[in-house]
């Protein structure tokens, strides 16, 4: 049952992120997606450095929370120096309530549940937004420094990536 | 042992030293150009390790890693070569020509102190020789890192002993886009290595070995380390697994 509902959140969450790769998108909206796309991971990531049981997914979910901080601290530094303001968009949007239904499904579990609910997300939130990153933002980006950050950031969803499925197959 | 018989066998060899001193004295005058006999040194080595009390001397060097000694070799160089010479062995201008002459740091009696004897004696210094106390000239742990250095002397190479250069001279590696570049490197050995975590997010330098680890680096931070270890490292970052890079000390 639970593993349905996991189920069932992480294709809600893939939804938006699929439509987006029909829409071209500018750097306006990217800015926007990017932030809010680190932000829901951030939010989920501090609920699992207090609520998991597992030190490994706490060490993950904490990581997150440091990593993804940071890569939104330079995204907004470098959208401040282009003058760019982010432009709020469908894709944001549909990716921030699924961020929020995350979390609260997340709220709603304990122990080794939560750890598995967590880290399941986490995988299929990098897989998807590695897919987003290939086929739209990246593609997208007008601005060479945009674009470069982007880049400059992919391979550390790749590990995030990595990561959390070392630490799932260690959670059976 | 009652305390009585313990203060008497002390009192005793005291006085035992202290004759001895007097007849040497008579016999030599004060005078600094001789040799120091056989028995004279073997007091005097065991007098100051004997005045080392027993909570000192077994101290142990917090200063583990393995790269501790090279830190030591600036410090070194710059409070004790004058008398001790850069590598130790006490071969200088002044060094023979104090009395007692200035002690190889290599040889085995000296190697024979523990950690925490050398330490007193580079923290308190030695009287009615030349060492003096560095106790509040150095910080703790510049004194341990001298001791790692001492510890160190009977195997120091010449390439161990050349002047290093700032972080500017040394082989650079950068952390950025989640990887190492380059993804191989090689020095030789005692070069210093210097790591740049140019990404905005932490990373760590983790040999799979486990011969170093440089701790998480925080945006922006850099670690220096000096491989003295010959051989073919590979080494990765803990928190991105994948990122991976090789590091060859010749």
Redesign the interface.
């Known amino acids: 049952m639970r593993r349905a509902t996991t189920l069932f959140f992480v294709t809600a969450l893939m939804l938006p992120v699929a439509a987006l790769s029909a829409r071209a998108v500018n750097d306006a909206q990217i800015a926007a997606i990017v932030v809010t796309a680190n932000q829901v991971d951030i939010d989920a990531g501090k609920l699992a450095a207090s609520s998991a049981s597992d030190p490994q997914v706490k060490a993950f979910g904490k990581?997150m929370v440091?990593?993804h901080?940071?890569?939104n601290?330079?995204a907004t530094d470098l959208v401040t120096k282009l003058g760019v303001t982010p432009e709020d968009n469908a894709t944001a949007q549909s990716l921030k309530s699924g961020g929020a239904e995350n979390v609260k499904n997340l709220s709603g579990l304990k122990g080794a549940a939560f750890d598995r609910a967590y880290v399941d997300h986490e995988i299929a939130y990098h897989q998807q937004v590695l897919d987003a990153l290939d086929t739209t933002l990246i593609p997208s980006a007008q601005n060479a420094e945009l674009k470069a950050l982007l880049?400059?950031?992919?391979?550390?969803f790749?590990?995030?990536l990595?990561?959390a499925k070392?630490v799932q197959k260690s959670l059976k | 042992m009652p305390a009585g018989r313990a203060m008497f066998i002390v009192l005793a060899v005291l006085a035992l030293v202290a004759v001895l001193a007097a007849l040497a004295v008579l016999r030599t005058g004060l005078a600094a150009d001789r040799t120091p006999g056989r028995v004279e040194t073997l007091v005097a080595r065991n007098l100051v390790r004997f005045s080392i009390p027993a909570g000192e001397a077994s101290r142990r060097n917090p200063l583990t890693g393995a790269d501790a000694w090279q830190q030591g070799t600036d410090l070194f160089r710059n409070h004790c070569a004058l008398c001790h010479g850069t590598d130790g062995r006490g071969a200088t201008a002044i060094g023979p020509r104090m009395y007692p002459p200035v002690p190889d740091l290599a040889s085995p009696e000296i190697q024979h102190f523990s950690d925490g004897a050398l330490f007193a004696v580079v923290s308190h210094g030695v009287s009615w020789t030349g060492m003096p106390a560095f106790g509040r000239s150095l910080g703790e742990s510049d004194r341990w890192k001298l001791v790692a250095f001492i510890r160190r002397t009977p195997s120091l190479t010449a390439a161990d002993l050349a002047p290093r250069g700032g972080p500017n001279a040394s082989t650079r590696i950068v952390m950025d886009g989640t990887s190492f570049h380059p993804a191989e490197t090689t020095v030789e050995s005692g070069a210093p290595v210097l790591w740049a975590n140019l990404d905005p997010f932490p990373h760590n330098v983790t040999s799979e070995s486990g011969n170093f680890h440089s701790g998480d680096l925080a945006p922006d931070g850099t670690w220096v380390f000096r491989p003295t270890e010959r051989g073919t490292f590979e080494y990765h970052c803990t928190l991105h697994p994948g990122m991976k890079a090789v590091l060859r000390v010749r």
């Open positions: 990581q440091t990593d901080t940071g890569v601290k330079q880049v400059k950031v992919r391979p550390a790749v590990a995030h990595e990561h070392m």
